[in-house]
């Protein structure tokens, strides 16, 4: 017994670094593919021409809200506009502390773009320490001069589009919204959603469950599955994992973020989605004339500036879509986009079940 | 609305399937002596590597194998850690569990991070319209055929009273001839790959597609259940259902017009609440197995 515990202490610290080592080093791999970008935007002939931009990524850039910024960022740097490099899962905020003042200090980029939810005291921090660089970030607050801009995903518009369609093709008079949790900006996307649900069906029923997790799929299949046996007949997969509920129960529903009809291209009839390039072409705009300054970009997220949309609308589903009610969305659509329809903003969080007109 | 009692319950079914097996799987473990912290991970790698074999080779059997394979080695490197090197059993499983995490979302990343999600075959549920009945395959082979089969195997079969007599008192077990690694090794490959199912669950029966963080905690909420449960297979059983009624409770509630008030925050955590009340009226006094977390040698 004295041997064993004289050896143990080295064996447990030996295997202690091995584990360590190890999964620290993929960890890392895991969390960060930036370099490769680097290699790239450096090598480019001309990079030095155009803004060079830095997106610094609070989650995984697999979660949907950072894939987007992070997808409009490469597109605009397929167009030539920007060098673009990127780091993310900087889910503490004393890491995307580290990691921005690292990133302002040794690269220098002109701009720098991120998500400060979880972070908002520390990336202001930053920013007001580095008054040349362009911020502009995700964030539930106020732009913060000189130099911070705020974004968010103002997808308002299509969930109202989207609340209409779903209004005329329920049967059961009851909708389900699976969503991440109550906070502002899921809340007015929900809310957004049954209003236009009210538009076309002003009895309805519409029932919100939130998961409380970004990514929990096999929960928010199951909060779908209870919505159907609650009575709903059409859902929207405001979360990953509906889709797949509503594909076994041969039910309409509606995607996020990106056109998720591929998954199940029967059932599938629309989705929202989010285009941050007009907020990215702004930023660089103004960067590249020198007037940048702090403002709230929202405008540039609402599809009046093309900012959101709705996907096109599924011809080959397994139930027919009404030509009415495909006309009345489009009609709608064309106000909205025409400025003579603003889609009401609500960011209280909806009620487990919403009968309307009660 | 009425309230549909039959959904909850076939709900019920779902949500403790993936519990079951994990679970069952921490259960061979720990008789054996070994505390599996790597449970979550290899649940991650069982419902990744699934994922990854179905979707190159398009064939849901195929998958499965995949992500047996993944539990058989991830207990292997359990095993080597805890076993041969007899490290501290909840640093190896941490860092097991962080290892498979990191290479799986690693290797996700370079093969399916393009924006759009890969989506692949699943299985379809038995006897559609079935109400109750209506469940996927693995769901009536964990309740009909894993559950019992493990009963017997450790209360009546020869391997597992050795698996037993390793981790109540392994220097006995060494004296009567009993080959105390080798066992430890079994059982952790075995409930490894029991984990590793388990998570497939999540992959190839309910969702057809892989998503980050996709076990969400599953596994350390089986490894209370098996201390609920102390460490025998029906009583781990009871405990998932009983978790698993009450998340499927919860999520119904959620949408009943009666309950819309309560705040969601409280819904969200009931399961768990139960789980903890549980515990705390039947985890009291619990006997662990004698050679819980202590690794062997020989004097």
Redesign the interface.
């Known amino acids: 017994m004295l041997r064993r515990s004289s050896r143990s202490p080295h064996r447990f610290l030996a295997a202690l670094g091995v584990a360590s080592a190890a999964a620290l080093v993929l960890a890392g791999c895991g969390g960060t593919t930036g370099d490769e970008g680097a290699d790239d935007a450096t090598s480019k002939p001309g990079a030095s021409d155009v803004p060079s931009v830095f997106g610094a990524f609070a989650t995984p850039l697999e979660e949907p809200w950072d894939g987007a910024i992070h997808a409009a960022l490469e597109s605009a740097e397929e167009d030539g506009l920007i060098a673009y490099d990127h780091t993310d899962n900087l889910h503490t905020a004393d890491e995307m502390e580290r990691a921005l003042r690292d990133i302002a200090t040794n690269q220098k980029p002109d701009i720098i773009i991120g998500d400060a939810f979880a972070a908002e005291d520390a990336v202001r921090a930053v920013a007001t320490e580095f008054p040349d660089i362009a911020f502009a970030f995700g964030s539930g607050g106020e732009e913060q001069a000189p130099n911070f801009s705020v974004f968010d995903n103002w997808m308002q518009d299509p969930a109202y589009l989207a609340g209409m369609l779903a209004g005329g093709l329920t049967e059961s008079g009851t909708i389900g919204v699976v969503g991440a949790m109550p906070i502002p900006e899921v809340n007015r996307i929900v809310n957004g959603f049954i209003a236009g649900v009210e538009e076309t069906n002003p009895s309805a029923t519409v029932t919100v469950s939130f998961i409380n997790s970004f990514f929990d799929p096999a929960t928010a299949k199951q909060a779908a599955e209870a919505a159907i046996a609650g009575g709903a007949d059409v859902l929207f997969a405001e979360r990953d994992g509906v889709i797949a509920a509503a594909q076994e129960n041969n039910l309409p529903v509606f995607g996020m973020m990106v056109d998720q009809q591929d998954q199940a291209p029967e059932h599938v009839v629309s989705s929202l989605l989010w285009n941050m390039r007009p907020t990215v072409d702004a930023i660089v705009e103004a960067v590249v004339a020198g007037t940048f300054e702090a403002s709230n970009l929202a405008e540039y997220s609402f599809m009046v500036n093309d900012g959101s949309s709705l996907a096109p609308i599924n011809t080959g589903t397994a139930f027919e879509i009404p030509a009415d009610l495909i006309e009345k969305v489009e009609a709608k659509q064309a106000e909205i986009r025409d400025g003579s329809f603003e889609t009401p903003v609500d960011e209280e969080a909806p009620a487990g079940s919403t009968t309307i007109g009660e | 609305?009425n309230f549909?009692l039959f959904?909850?319950l076939a709900?019920t079914l779902?949500?403790a399937t993936?519990l079951v097996w994990a679970a069952l799987g921490a259960v061979i473990n720990e008789r054996a002596g070994v505390l599996n912290l790597g449970i979550e991970g290899t649940m991650y790698a069982g419902a990744f590597c699934g994922f990854l074999a179905t979707a190159m080779s398009g064939s849901l059997w195929f998958g499965v194998a995949a992500a047996l394979v993944s539990g058989l080695l991830a207990g292997a490197l359990m095993a080597l850690?805890t076993v041969t090197?007899?490290?501290?059993q909840h640093?190896?499983g941490i860092?097991?569990t962080?290892?498979l995490?990191?290479?799986c979302?690693?290797t996700?990343?370079l093969l399916f991070?393009d924006?759009?999600?890969t989506?692949t075959e699943?299985f379809d549920?038995l006897l559609p319209g079935g109400g109750l009945l209506s469940q996927y395959p693995m769901t009536y082979v964990a309740f009909l055929i894993l559950a019992p089969a493990l009963w017997w195997v450790l209360r009546s079969s020869g391997f597992g009273l050795r698996l037993r007599a390793v981790g109540e008192n392994p220097e006995a077990a060494d004296a009567a001839g009993i080959p105390v690694a080798k066992t430890r090794y079994a059982a952790l490959i075995l409930g490894g790959a029991l984990m590793a199912l388990g998570g497939s669950f999540?992959t190839l029966s309910?969702?057809?597609?892989f998503?980050?963080?996709?076990v969400?905690g599953r596994g350390w909420i089986c490894i209370a259940l098996v201390i609920f449960g102390r460490w025998q297979v029906w009583p781990v059983v009871g405990g998932a259902l009983l978790f698993a009624v009450a998340?499927?409770l919860q999520?119904?509630l959620?949408?009943?017009?009666l309950?819309?008030?309560v705040p969601?925050?409280v819904l969200?955590a009931f399961p768990y609440l139960v789980v903890i009340l549980a515990l705390a009226i039947w985890g009291r006094g619990v006997r662990y197995p004698g050679a819980y977390l202590k690794?062997y040698?020989r004097?």
Not at chain 2, 85 to 88: A, I, K, P, S, T
Not at chain 2, 211 to 214: A, G, L, M, V, Y
Not at chain 2, 254 to 257: H, K, L, S, V
């Open positions: 609305m549909p959904a909850i709900a779902t949500i993936p850690l090197l007899g490290v501290n640093v190896a860092g097991t962080l290892l995490v990191a290479v979302n690693f996700n990343r991070s924006g759009s999600q989506t699943k549920r999540l309910l969702l057809g597609s998503t980050i963080d996709i969400s998340d499927a999520l119904q959620a949408i009943t017009p309950f819309s008030d969601n925050e969200i690794p040698r004097a």
